[in-house]
């Protein structure tokens, strides 16, 4: 669903039926945070999800704020169920899941071709 930020997440819900504005993020739901809209503006969830699909990385959100004077952030770790380990870099994932081949197969070259 389309977040206030105009971004894509699976963890963003909103219920406008029949004049109904119901809006939540599930992930900070899920983790017992508070959610305000202007969280979804710099939320990193949205950009992880667009370029690591990886159904076994799990988010653990937090809200952070860098001064006092600032409003809260979403930080974001993430841990691979699947091979019970911390992420480090989410947008890549852990590297076991979905193993990239390492090499590439090349054609040969038939570039004699006559006219």
């Known amino acids: 669903m389309r977040t206030p930020a105009g971004k894509e997440c699976r963890y963003f819900y909103g219920d406008y039926f029949r004049g109904r504005n119901n809006e939540e993020c599930r ?8 959610w305000q809209p202007r969280h979804c503006q710099a939320c990193p969830v949205p950009d992880i999800l667009l370029a690591n699909a990886c159904e076994n990385l799990r988010f653990n959100p937090k809200l952070t704020r860098p001064l006092l004077v600032l409003p809260s952030r979403v930080n974001i770790s993430a841990d691979c169920v699947k091979c019970a380990c911390a992420v480090a ?17 090349v054609a040969p070259d038939d570039s004699d071709t006559s006219i």
Do not use: Y
Request: aromatic share 8%.
């Open 27 to 34: 992930l900070l739901k899920d983790a017992g945070l508070d």
């Open 89 to 105: 870099e989410p947008r890549i994932g852990c590297g076991q899941c979905h193993s990239l081949p390492f090499t590439f197969a």
